[in-house]
Nanobody, 129 residues
Framework: QVQMVESGGGSVQAGGSLRLSCAAA????????MCWFRQASGKEREGIAI??????????ETVRGRFIISKESNDNAKNTLYLQMNSLKPEDTAMYYC????????????????????WGQGTQVTVSA
């Protein structure tokens, strides 16, 4: 049974930092494409960062250079996905979700579409000006 539980959200002033964590279990973490999504109030959920099994990462333009996605596994099979968020802006305010079995696909309109098959419950991040 896939389980993913986020933590680390909260309120911070603009320019500050937060680190989100996602405890994952129930699937082969090391072989999975893991990612972070976020959804701001009144907006669609958007994929923001992905990490591949070999450690390669990709980011959307609005967070590149400020956010860092990483992952960690230990000998006790404790698997954790992280999102280090620096130089936070009010427009980063959203519910943040970790996800597994992620992919980035071409959409019919020629853009990119982020998808995932497993989700955590989300953690709220609020950035004040």
């Amino acid at each position: 049974q896939v389980q993913m539980v986020e933590s680390g959200g909260g309120s911070v002033q603009a320019g500050g930092s937060l680190r989100l964590s996602c405890a994952a279990a129930g699937f082969t973490f090391s072989l999975n494409y893991m990612c972070w999504f976020r959804q701001a109030s009144g907006k669609e959920r958007e994929g923001i960062a992905i990490i591949e099994p070999d450690g390669n990462t990709q980011y959307i333009e609005t967070v590149r250079g400020r956010f860092i996605i990483s992952k960690e596994s230990n000998d006790n099979a404790k698997n954790t996905l992280y999102l280090q968020m620096n130089s936070l802006k009010p427009e980063d305010t959203a519910m943040y979700y970790c996800a597994a079995d992620c992919s980035i696909q071409r959409s019919g309109s020629g853009g990119w579409f982020w998808a995932a098959n497993y989700w955590g419950q989300g953690t709220q991040v609020t950035v004040s000006a």
